[in-house]
């Protein structure tokens, strides 16, 4: 932590009071919560670090009746040691508190539209995305994104420590890359272009530049419902690699980079550099994690619940999560593979098996409740994705650079992507993967609703 | 490094070789370049740990010769010292070979169309962008885009320990945010919307939920010219921070962080991390930054070159390399800040200097030669806000969440952003932007150029 220079004062953080403890300090930071109990007056002050208890007595008691919700603050006073009977543990600096000798208002807020200080957030989702700019600030929602930080950054530390090369891919494209009709369209200039499905076929084509590469990408789906589960923009973890021995190494990768985001998550709690405000959903994979087809799925399912879908080309929401409840039951966690989807549920660039040409050498990784990882193996062979582009009803001047790649030389290679926001809403238990993302993007919203007349009865 | 795992044989990556001199090894990777002396043919082949030399006696030097450049090969053989006099200080392996004993390939390439094998490259840059799959394997071209990672990764470790948090915002935008006709148009469900310019307004909104914030972020401009400096989609390195004392603790921290991406750079490339294919620029900042006002800055210019731009309320490019060039002899480094722009020339959330509200708390950092950074104060008072709004002929209407923010508690903030492109071009000299782009996008192109006819005279 670096302090801002100044000519006087040091500002002081709220945390590091726990080590300032008789000392006198300068913090500055926003007004969370107040309360009065007779003539003493406590607010709960925020800044970066965390939280901590101001507490004001005698003339100045009244000054925190004055404060609005979120003030923006200067707080001078001395760290005291709480009574033993005051302990918070909840907070990280529960056992100090600053006892107020001036306060000055460096921003006034305006009267907050709903209640702000609750420890609950008790408002609808609408509402809740009508007002982010604030309830973003609740310590309820707040710590969310400071897990998404994690979950990213632990995706990003594994990938390097096995040789994978961070790389950064446009999300303008000439055509729909991946078939379906779900895309955005741009006007860009005189023509027409394209949001970026994922950024699928330019890691392709830097696996035979860098061999193994990464990317945090921007994904657009121009999803004409409104789910708990599809963002129309959402953060794409993607990898891809070559030299594979077998399209299982696909999923062994998938599988450390999930428990090394898992396990890069547990330590940080453990170190308290992240603050679980909401109860993290961290199972421990300590088996390998079960590898089944989709067929085998199917008869899993169909024994369980007694309801037949082995005809079905791929699993409902609700058969996932059973077969997640069947996994935790095999193995003690929620994670299972289903393996070998049909052909026609995949993309062009999908390796049919070879053993069995309808099916498909692709996987998703299913966790806790959802679909955490799709990946497969992809064609590396020239001709072979010419004929499949045929199939698909495409033309080969639509993937010019993509086909270049693998004219020339391409080793057999694989990937995956993972949602971002579906992990970091499965992992804390959230129901609606708007919650996750920071600012959400659907058919009813870019920030501010559109208006009443627009909505459309919305299905989960 | 991980290995792949294999029933008989574990595959060993070029680098490895070094420690690995009279032992049997298994590499997989690309033919880069192959050469006949008499009965004895070479290849220099490529993985993603670098390139090593295979040597080929006897009745495997005829195989060498009917490779294809780019070629996917599995290679068994011995790892040898080289003869003193065959020593190649130019690859990390320039001190051992190969001595191949299996050659087997994995997938062949088709003929190259250009001259892949060179040491150098020497075509074009349209048409180098027309076989962008294939160039980008080139070892001029390659290392370029790991100095970008790199880049990338100094800007986040500095921010990282300054206390700043990740955030990850979107890039669909219901108006066009910074003003200005530049903006890409998106057909979004039966509404329209915009390719964002910049991250700008929601990483100001997220100073008041995580007080310091940076982004790795996707910025679009519809740049109706084809220039060097220009693309239409590039990645923006985005800081913001709030409880600055003033407004030059924002140019202290970018000064910290161009600094500190320099140095990172710099003990990568002594400790053979990156490997410098072309020659970096990196400069030695060894003097504080000088901070002079636009206004001194063309006192400066007229004096050096004798041309009146003092009226102007921007500089050219031209001057901006003068400027870097004055900061060279001034303090030994091509860096300076410019400050102080006038009013109209900086988006409307930008901070007016209280003692001239005609110009601005602004700055652009203008090293080597060109701007790297651009920042400055932002107005955090609701209303001084909602006036500059309506003088910038907008609506808070478009402003809705933005504003939210501003009213209900922001402290004195401010921030920055690095085009990470240009940063790249300048640290290594290249000429062009496009060059330090994997996939550029411009008004002639989207992966593939446009139909020649559609091709307007370019300017610089």
Chains 1, 2 share one sequence.
């Not at 992990?423 to 609703?449: C, H, W, Y």
């Amino acid at each position: 932590m670096v302090r801002q220079s100044s000519p006087q004062v040091v500002r002081n953080l709220a945390k590091e009071c726990n080590d300032l403890i008789g000392k006198h300090v300068l913090l500055k930071g926003w007004v969370e919560r107040t309360r009065t109990h007779g003539k003493v007056a406590f607010f709960d002050f925020r800044d970066r670090s965390g939280i901590i208890q101001v507490t004001a007595h005698e003339n100045l008691a009244p000054k925190i009746a004055e404060l609005s919700l979120q003030d923006v603050v200067r707080v001078e006073g001395e760290v005291r040691s709480r009574d033993e009977r005051y302990i918070n543990p909840e907070i990280e600096t529960g056992k100090i508190e600053v006892h107020l000798e001036k306060l000055t208002i460096i921003s006034k807020a305006a009267e907050m539209p709903f209640d702000m200080g609750g420890k609950e957030l008790s408002i609808e989702l609408p509402t809740l995305l009508d007002l982010r700019s604030l309830t973003l600030r609740h310590p309820k929602i707040l710590p969310i994104f400071k897990l998404q930080e994690a979950i990213v950054q632990g995706f990003r530390e594994i990938l390097k420590n096995e040789g994978f090369t961070e790389i950064f891919v446009p999300t303008i494209v000439s055509s729909a890359t991946e078939g379906g009709a779900e895309v955005f369209e741009i006007k860009y200039y005189d023509r027409k272009a394209y949001l970026a499905q994922s950024p699928q076929l330019y890691k392709q084509i830097m696996t035979s530049v860098f061999e193994r590469v990464f990317t945090v990408a921007h994904a657009y789906r121009a999803e004409p419902s409104v789910t708990t589960r599809h963002l129309s923009e959402y953060i794409s973890l993607d990898a891809e690699f070559g030299f594979i021995d077998g399209w299982t190494d696909l999923m062994d990768m998938a599988e450390k980079v999930t428990i090394s985001i898992i396990e890069n998550i547990r330590s940080r709690v453990q170190n308290r550099e992240l603050n679980p405000a909401k109860k993290f959903n961290l199972p421990e994979i300590k088996k390998k994690i079960l590898r089944v087809k989709l067929q085998e799925a199917q008869d899993i399912l169909f024994k369980r619940t007694k309801v037949d879908h082995r005809d079905q080309p791929d699993l409902e929401p609700s058969e996932e999560q059973e077969m997640c409840q069947w996994a935790l039951e095999e193995t003690g966690a929620p994670f299972v593979f289903i393996t070998h989807y049909p052909k026609k549920k995949r993309p062009f660039y999908t390796m049919p098996d070879p053993r069995d040409p309808e099916y498909t050498l692709s996987f998703d990784l299913i966790g806790i409740s959802e679909e955490w990882v799709t990946g497969g193996q992809r064609i590396n062979d020239y001709n072979m994705l010419l004929e499949h582009i045929e199939e698909w009803k495409n033309t080969p001047e639509n993937f010019e650079l993509y086909l270049q790649a693998f004219k020339y030389g391409m080793p057999p290679e694989g990937g995956f992507a993972m949602g971002l926001e579906r992990i970091t809403k499965d992992l804390l238990g959230l129901s609606n993967v708007r919650e996750a993302s920071l600012f959400p993007r659907d058919m009813e919203r870019i920030d501010q609703r559109f208006s009443v007349q627009s909505h459309i009865s919305s299905k989960k």
